[in-house]
C-alpha cells in the first residue's frame, strides 16, 4: 500500500499549536459555497441525477479529477450546494472536481440500494468522459460524512471503478454503530438501514473490504462524526486539533488547506500548470 509520509507531522503540529477557533457553522459554509460549475453531466433521468464540473482555467495538461460525495444524513433536504466552496478551493488548486448529486432518503429510488448505485453511475460517467478537461485515469473519491461512507463502499475492489485513492473528511466508516445514537444525523442512519434491513452487513463499510489506499481525516472538535468512526482497519488517520465537523470543507479554514495537502501528496507527480490569461 502507498503511504503519505510527508510534511504531514509538521502540519499537524501546527494545527495543535494554532490559537483556537470556533469550529465553521452549516450557514457560514453554505455562505462560502456560491462557485458556479463550468458545467453539467446528466448519469440518469432522475432530477438528482447529476454532476457539477468545475475545471482549472486554461490548464495544459489534464488535471486529475477529485470526484466529490456530499454529506447530509443521507437525507434530500442537504444537496450539493454546500459542497460548491469546497469545489472552488479545490479547482484553485489546480484539480479538476466533480460533484455528484445523488438520490437520497425521501427521494424515490433513495436509500439501499439506489443511493449507492446512482455514485457508481455517476464514476462510470466520468470514467468514460472523452472531453480532455480532466485525466479520467487518475480518480480520487473524497466524501464528507455520509458522503464519506458512501465513498468507502463505492471503492470496494469487486465494483471495478477506478478509484486510485479514497479520502474519507469525518467519513462514517460504521455505519450499524452509528444508527445507534440518538442524534438527528444518527436517526437517520438508522433510517438509511431501514430502507433494506437485512443488507445491513453490505452497507457497512467496516465489514467489508475497501480500497487499499484510504485517508481519514476528522477534527478533534467534530461534534457530529465521532473519533469512533476512524476505527477502521488499514487506513492512513489524520487528526485535526480545533477543527469542527465543517471545516474540513471549508475553503477558508486551515484544516481545508491540510486537505489541499493530502490531495496534491496522492497526486504528487501531477504540477499544475495553468497559461496566464
Known amino acids: 500500500m502507498r503511504r503519505i509520509h510527508i510534511f504531514l507531522f509538521s502540519w499537524l503540529l501546527l494545527f495543535a499549536s494554532s490559537a483556537a477557533a470556533e469550529p465553521v457553522t452549516f450557514q457560514a459554509l453554505l455562505e462560502r459555497s456560491t462557485a458556479s460549475p463550468d458545467s453539467m453531466v446528466r448519469y440518469g433521468g432522475e432530477e438528482p441525477q447529476f454532476i457539477e464540473l468545475y475545471i482549472p482555467a486554461a490548464a495544459n495538461t489534464p488535471p486529475?479529477?477529485?470526484?466529490?460525495?456530499?454529506?447530509?444524513?443521507?437525507?434530500?433536504?442537504?444537496?450539493?450546494?454546500?459542497?460548491?466552496?469546497?469545489?472552488?478551493?479545490?479547482?484553485?488548486?489546480?484539480?479538476?472536481?466533480?460533484?455528484?448529486?445523488?438520490?437520497?432518503?425521501?427521494?424515490?429510488?433513495?436509500?439501499?440500494?439506489?443511493?449507492?448505485?446512482?455514485?457508481?453511475?455517476?464514476i462510470e460517467a466520468l470514467a468514460g468522459n472523452q472531453s480532455g478537461d480532466y485525466n479520467a485515469e487518475q480518480i480520487t473519491l473524497v466524501g464528507?460524512?455520509?458522503?464519506?461512507?458512501?465513498?468507502?463502499?463505492?471503492?470496494?475492489?469487486?465494483?471495478?471503478?477506478?478509484?486510485?485513492?479514497?479520502?474519507?473528511?469525518?467519513?462514517?466508516?460504521?455505519?450499524?454503530?452509528?444508527?445507534?445514537?440518538?442524534?438527528?444525523?444518527?436517526?437517520?442512519?438508522a433510517r438509511f438501514i431501514a430502507s433494506s434491513p437485512s443488507d445491513v452487513e453490505a452497507m457497512n463499510p467496516v465489514a467489508n473490504e475497501r480500497h487499499a489506499e484510504v485517508i481519514l481525516l476528522r477534527g478533534e472538535n467534530d461534534t457530529i462524526v465521532g473519533r469512533e468512526q476512524l476505527q477502521l482497519d488499514n487506513a492512513q488517520v489524520i487528526h485535526i486539533e480545533e477543527a469542527g465537523h465543517f471545516d474540513v470543507i471549508h475553503l477558508g479554514a486551515p484544516a481545508f488547506s491540510l486537505v489541499l495537502r493530502v490531495l496534491q501528496q496522492l497526486h504528487s507527480e501531477y504540477t499544475p500548470i495553468v497559461s496566464e490569461e
Not at 443521507?74 to 460548491?84: E, K
Not at 469546497?86 to 439506489?114: C, I, K, Q, T
Open 64 to 122: 486529475p479529477l477529485i470526484v466529490y460525495l456530499h454529506g447530509g444524513c443521507w437525507l434530500n433536504s442537504f444537496a450539493v450546494d454546500h459542497a460548491r466552496g469546497f469545489a472552488e478551493g479545490v479547482r484553485n488548486a489546480g484539480f479538476a472536481v466533480a460533484l455528484v448529486e445523488y438520490r437520497r432518503l425521501d427521494d424515490e429510488g433513495g436509500g439501499w440500494p439506489g443511493t449507492l448505485n446512482d455514485i457508481e453511475r455517476a
Open 144 to 189: 464528507h460524512s455520509a458522503g464519506g461512507h458512501l465513498a468507502l463502499l463505492a471503492s470496494q475492489p469487486e465494483r471495478n471503478l477506478p478509484i486510485s485513492a479514497v479520502v474519507g473528511l469525518a467519513a462514517i466508516t460504521d455505519i450499524a454503530a452509528y444508527a445507534a445514537g440518538e442524534s438527528g444525523c444518527q436517526q437517520s442512519a
